[in-house]
């Protein structure tokens, strides 16, 4: 059962740390920082949108519509956080 608890909080840590990535990644290409013109930046960002979109797809059609604030990748993010804080602990 430890090892259950031990690849579960993997999968949990990888997860958080590629949406950490992806949160300033946008936050970057937003202000310009970052131009997805670049085509490594280009290959990292649509590589990162490719591997998140089918978490974050459920999630937008449970919440509203704020069309220019996307508040799904939040969401997920502070579900992970949730996760890997209370939820994990406990079980394993």
């Given at each position: 059962?430890?090892?259950?608890?031990g690849?579960i909080?993997?999968?949990l840590d990888a997860?958080?740390?590629i949406?950490?990535?992806?949160?300033?990644?946008s936050?970057?290409?937003?202000f310009?920082?970052?131009?997805?013109?670049?085509?490594f930046?280009?290959q990292?960002?649509y590589g990162l949108?490719?591997l998140?979109?089918?978490?974050?797809?459920?999630?937008?059609?449970?919440?509203?519509?704020?069309h220019?604030l996307?508040?799904a990748?939040?969401v997920?993010?502070i579900l992970?956080?949730w996760l890997r804080?209370y939820?994990?602990?406990t079980v394993?």
């Open positions: 059962m430890n090892a259950i608890g690849l909080g993997l999968v997860a958080y740390f949406m950490l990535v992806h949160i300033i990644m936050w970057l290409i937003n310009n920082v970052l131009n997805t013109s670049q085509q930046v280009a990292i960002w949108n490719r998140l979109e089918p978490v974050y797809r459920p999630v937008r059609n449970i919440l509203p519509n704020t220019p996307d508040l990748p939040l997920v993010f992970i956080i804080g939820v994990l602990p394993f």
